[in-house]
Structures are given as structure tokens and as C-alpha cells.
């Protein structure tokens, strides 16, 4: 019974492994792609318990959101999405609090993305 047990211990962490390795390469190959686009900026909200939420933002030279990334969740199953909502928009108009009204994480993970794009 305890081999058992440990058995699928082990292989529950390996899956744990693969299927995180395997949404990190598919963020990655997003966020790469989103680089090619412009000038990134990126946010992270969440915490241990609480789904995480990244956002990544490409402005292009007049400084209009030409393309956004999102990914939310506890699971290795979140997957990056496109946030339509801000895509052509400058960056004067975009207000978090407007572009999700009823999710304080993603409004705060967008904040984030705003700030950091000025670095």
C-alpha cells in the first residue's frame, strides 16, 4: 500500500513537471512573439492561494497597444489569451479599472504592465 501510495506521488509530480514546462514553452513562444511587436510591458498579480494573473502589453512607436497577452489560473492549464478589449487603443486611454471592471487582479497585473513599459 505505502509503495503504491509513493508511486503515485512520484508520478503525479512528474506530471506536475511536464504539464508546467509545457505552459511555460506556450507563454513563452506568446510572449516572444509579442516582443516582436513592439515595446513590452509586463504584470503579475496573485498570490499563493489566489489564481495568478500576468499581463503583457507591446505598445508600438506612438505608444497604441498593438498587441496584449493574458493568463489567468491555478492550473497548469492556463493558457495565454489576447485581451481584444485594448488592442488600437493609446496608452492615455487605458484605464484597468474600465477594461476589467469586476477582476481586482487582472486590474492590478495591468497596472503593473503600464508602469513597467516606461523602463
Do not use: Y
Not at 503525479?12 to 507563454?27: E, L, T
Not at 499563493?48 to 493568463?71: G, Q, Y
Amino acid at each position: 500500500m505505502v509503495t503504491a501510495l509513493i508511486t503515485v506521488a512520484a508520478i503525479s509530480w512528474v506530471c506536475q513537471m511536464a504539464f508546467g514546462g509545457w505552459q511555460i514553452h506556450r507563454f513563452n513562444r506568446a510572449f516572444d512573439a509579442l516582443c516582436q511587436k513592439g515595446r513590452v510591458g509586463v504584470g503579475r498579480s496573485g498570490g499563493r492561494f489566489k489564481p495568478r494573473v500576468v499581463v503583457a502589453i507591446a505598445l508600438d512607436e506612438h505608444d497604441n497597444v498593438c498587441d496584449s497577452l493574458i493568463m489567468r489560473g491555478i492550473t497548469v492549464f492556463a493558457r495565454p489569451a489576447k485581451i481584444q478589449a485594448i488592442n488600437g487603443k493609446s496608452l492615455q486611454e487605458l484605464q484597468p479599472d474600465v477594461i476589467f471592471p469586476h477582476d481586482s487582479l487582472c486590474q492590478n497585473a495591468l497596472s503593473l504592465a503600464l508602469n513597467l513599459k516606461h523602463g
